[in-house]
DNA sequence: TATTAAAGAATGAATGTTCATTCCGAAATT
DNA sequence: AATTTCGGAATGAACATTCATTCTTTAATA
């Protein structure tokens, strides 16, 4: 039988990318994970501390997928494709993962605790991008403005596919990945 | 003496952008708004109402900003440079109406109805694409992507910076836009 | 048997909303 | 001009409800 931490997560994850913050309450999360209100609190401090945990698994998550297919002998425009397909489709496989995310992102919970977070988990990806400056392969520009046009205009546009608001088929992912590509290249 | 409906979107703004949703209760805004808690309700439906409505105006002011200086004597390029910098230094000047759009888009308030209100005041943004596009300036792209490559890059940038995580002076905002044109243009 | 895990009813604080009442300026009446 | 009447805007205490969290009891495990 799964786990009890994870039931917890899924279904917080489930409820708050269906029905937001406000709301998804305690209740209800322990009654789609089949537990007891009083067990979450046996995991998890309370409910800040509930949703903070599950948002630093998920970028940790979404962190791993991006280097999956990390290929140092590919020139640094077959290595970018690459890493930002990755994120284009995790985000479309992934939509309620993706929603939370964002919704996260934009609350006062999220605070500057996490910027460090973010620091550690994608300092990989960081490095690349460091190292695609100084071989005067992308513009040099200050990293997080490359990091800006790269992962914001992936997940907004899985956002929106997700949405049903645009079709984000393979053609287009294509044209989209070139257009970022465009952006950040010399 | 100020008008007591904008009095209390005025309280709603401040208090959402600082506290989000979920830490914002009809009371509060009225003690922000110096009204009492009923008051509210001789203007909005109800909390959901109030959001929404304070949304539209925001939106609707936004729309408004982009095509402040609108010149068609201008090549396409210098029309999207002032667009593009209209957005940012708007979104710059209003970080809590930045963040409250941002978060009350990314949560789920913000329905499918949304969408008409967003295609009836950006349809002249709309048209000057469609128009560019037409012309062979920029990439023959859905619209819709071409719009993420163009609002989510100018927003996420002037989140970053109201942040504090990125410095957006003149010079970072001129690499930006013209990053931006290089995704776009043809 | 002793210890830990789980459950879910109980609790008290907080919330959105309502509604009986007050207030205020303008019109009507004297 | 002075007084009364009137309408609706504004109020904020009161209400039912919901919520996060705690507590007590029961079950599982070693």
């Not at 913050?21 to 322990?30: D, I, K, L």
């Not at 006062?108 to 490095?127: G, L, Q, R, W």
């Not at 997080?144 to 046009?149: L, M, P, R």
Request: charged fraction near 25%; include cysteine; aromatic fraction near 10%.
């Amino acid at each position: 039988m799964k786990d009890k931490r994870t039931a917890i997560l899924e279904a917080t994850l489930k409820l708050i990318s269906e029905r937001g913050f406000h709301g998804t309450s305690m209740q209800m999360v322990a009654d789609i994970a089949k537990v007891g209100a009083g067990t979450i609190y046996r995991y998890f401090e309370n409910k800040e501390d509930l949703l903070s945990k599950l948002y630093v698994e998920l970028k940790i998550e979404f962190s791993e997928v991006l280097l999956a297919n990390y290929d140092s002998t590919l020139s640094f425009r077959g290595r970018f494709h690459n890493l930002w397909k990755n994120m284009v489709h995790y985000s479309i496989d992934n939509p309620q993962k993706t929603a939370y995310m964002e919704q996260y992102t934009n609350s006062p919970f999220c605070d500057h605790t996490m910027e460090e977070i973010h620091k550690k988990y994608f300092s990989k990806v960081a490095n690349f991008i460091n190292e695609a400056i100084t071989q005067e392969v992308i513009k040099d520009v200050p990293i997080d403005i490359i990091a800006i046009f790269t992962f914001e205009t992936a997940v907004a546009l899985a956002k929106k596919h997700s949405n049903g608001m645009i079709n984000l088929n393979d053609e287009n992912i294509e044209i989209a990945v070139n257009m970022c590509w465009d952006a950040l290249k010399k």
